[in-house]
C-alpha cells in the first residue's frame, strides 16, 4: 500500500476503530499484550530512543511540550508524541514543534501498511490493531526513521493499559490528577491515581506535580514497590507567582537549591506556570538542563487550543481545552486577569462522562453572558441537559442562551462587544478553531 498524502494515511488508520459491537473493556484487558506483540513484529521501534513518559489528568500535553522543547535545546534530537490532536492529524508526532517532513510521514505510513498487510492478532475477538495501537506503533517508526535519539510520549488514557505503557522510558512525570474517565479508570481519585501510577518502571526516577493527598499517597507507594525514586515538585518548589498577560504568561518560579526562573511563557494560563517548573524540574535533575537555553525554549513552545488567544471579527478570543473543575477554575481566573471589565462572554460544552456541574458552577460567576454549545459530533453531548443545568446553577445574574450551532454561536458572542472565551470539551476547541482559522484565512 502505497499513500499519495498523510490524510489518506491517518484515514487508513482511523479505519481501524473497532466496532461498537466488541464487548466492552474487552480490548482494554489485553492492550498492553496485543501492543508488545505489534511492537515485536515491528521490529521493537521503542527501543531505538530513549523515553519520557507523561501521565495525568490535566496538563500533561503542555508539560510534555514544554519538556521536549528543554531537551531539543540541549541537543537532543526528540519527538513528541501527544493524543488527541486538535486540528492536523500532524499534531500528534512533532520535532521541535513542527511537522515532519511529509515525505518522511508518507514513507513511514507506507512502511507500516506493507508491514502490517498480513498482520493478525489471531484468536482474538479484534484481530487487527486498534486506531490508538497503529498511532503508537507508528510514532514509534517515525521517531526511528527520524533518527531521534529521545522521546517524550503521553499516555492516551489512564497509563496502566495504555498502549503507551509497553516502552522502557528514562523517566516518569505524573502532572495533577482529577475525576475524569471515571466509568474506565475508577470513581476515586485513588483509583485513578493507581492507573496513571503503573508507568513507573523498575529503579526510575518519577518526578510529580501538585497532587492531592491521597493521590500522592499512591505514587509514594508505587514508587517504593518498584524501588523507584520520587522527586515531588511541592517539596523542591518554594515560590510560585504568576500573571496573565497580554504578551503571555509572566511567572517566577524558585527551587529549594537555590535555582530561580523569570519567565515569559507563550502558552498562557496560570496552570502553564505550574507545568513549566515540572518540566524544569524534570530536565535538571536528569541532567538535560542548559542555561537559559532551557528557559528560552519553555518560553516559546506552544501548543494549539492552550488558552490560545485569537480572534473574531476584532473581537479577542481565547481557545483552552480546559475539560476538569480544577482546569476550568484556573482557565476562568486567567482571563479573567487578561480581561478585567465584567462583560466577558464565555461558550462552554462538554462531553458526557465530565463533571459537568462543577465546571459550570467555576465558570458562572466570571462572565457576563454563557453560551451553551456543542463540541462536534465525534463525542456524544446533551447540550439541552447542560443548558438546564446552567440554569438550575446560575445566581449571579449571567445570561444564559443555548446556541448548539457554532458559527451561531460565535455571532451571538460577537453582539455582546467583550472578550470570548471558548472552553470545555477538548472536541469543542477544536471545531471552533476551525471555524476561526478558515475565517482568518
Request: charged share 25%; proline share 4%; with cysteine.
Amino acid at each position: 500500500m502505497h499513500f499519495s498524502s498523510f490524510e489518506d494515511a491517518a484515514l487508513w488508520m482511523d479505519s481501524f476503530i473497532p466496532p461498537s459491537s466488541s464487548a466492552p473493556g474487552l480490548l482494554r484487558s489485553a492492550r498492553l499484550e496485543r501492543m508488545r506483540k505489534l511492537l515485536r513484529f515491528l521490529g521493537s521501534p521503542e527501543e531505538s530512543f530513549k523515553a519520557v513518559h507523561v501521565a495525568g489528568s490535566k496538563g500533561k500535553g503542555s508539560t510534555a511540550r514544554f519538556i521536549s522543547a528543554a531537551m531539543t535545546a540541549a541537543g537532543l534530537k526528540t519527538g513528541l508524541y501527544l493524543s488527541p490532536h486538535l486540528v492536523d492529524y500532524r499534531e500528534r508526532f512533532t520535532l521541535d514543534g513542527a511537522f515532519f517532513p511529509d515525505s518522511l510521514l508518507i514513507r513511514t505510513a507506507d512502511e507500516l501498511a506493507s508491514r502490517l498487510e498480513h498482520f493478525t492478532f489471531s484468536g482474538e475477538v479484534y484481530d487487527r490493531p486498534s486506531t490508538f495501537e497503529l498511532y503508537t506503533a507508528y510514532a514509534y517508526l517515525l521517531f526511528r526513521n527520524a533518527g531521534c535519539t529521545h522521546a517524550v510520549i503521553e499516555t492516551g488514557l489512564g497509563g496502566r493499559l495504555d498502549a503507551t505503557n509497553t516502552i522502557e522510558s528514562m523517566c516518569e512525570v505524573i502532572t495533577p490528577i482529577e475525576l475524569e474517565h471515571t466509568a474506565v479508570l475508577g470513581d476515586t481519585i485513588e483509583k485513578i491515581a493507581v492507573e496513571k501510577s503503573k508507568i513507573i518502571k523498575k529503579n526510575s526516577l518519577c518526578f510529580t506535580s501538585v497532587l492531592y493527598p491521597q493521590a500522592m499517597q499512591v505514587m509514594q507507594e508505587e514508587a517504593d514497590r518498584m524501588s523507584a525514586q520520587l522527586i515531588r515538585l511541592d517539596r523542591e518548589l518554594v515560590r510560585l507567582e504568576t500573571e496573565t498577560r497580554a504578551e503571555g504568561e509572566v511567572c517566577t518560579i524558585s527551587f529549594r537549591d537555590g535555582y530561580e526562573a523569570r519567565l515569559c511563557l507563550k502558552m498562557r494560563g496560570e496552570v502553564q506556570a505550574l507545568n513549566a517548573a515540572l518540566a524544569l524540574l524534570c530536565t535538571r535533575r536528569m541532567g538535560l538542563y542548559r542555561e537559559r537555553l532551557s528557559e528560552r525554549a519553555v518560553e516559546n513552545a506552544v501548543l494549539p487550543g492552550r488558552f490560545e488567544l485569537t480572534s473574531w471579527h476584532g473581537i479577542p478570543v481565547v481557545l483552552d481545552v480546559c475539560h476538569t473543575p480544577v482546569s476550568t477554575a484556573h482557565t476562568a481566573a486567567s482571563f479573567a486577569s487578561l480581561y478585567p471589565d465584567r462583560n466577558r462572554t464565555c461558550i462552554f460544552a462538554a462531553i458526557e462522562g465530565k463533571d459537568i456541574e462543577h465546571m459550570l458552577r467555576k465558570i458562572l460567576p466570571c462572565f457576563s453572558t454563557l453560551i451553551v454549545s456543542r463540541p462536534s459530533s465525534a463525542k456524544k453531548s446533551n447540550s439541552d441537559a447542560v443548558y438546564r443545568l446552567a440554569l438550575e446553577l446560575n445566581d449571579k445574574g449571567c445570561r444564559i442562551v443555548h446556541i448548539p450551532d457554532s458559527r451561531k454561536a460565535l455571532e451571538e458572542a460577537e453582539r455582546t462587544g467583550g472578550p470570548v472565551l471558548i472552553a470545555g470539551s477538548f472536541y469543542l476547541t477544536s471545531l471552533f478553531k476551525e471555524l476561526i482559522d478558515a475565517e482568518l484565512k
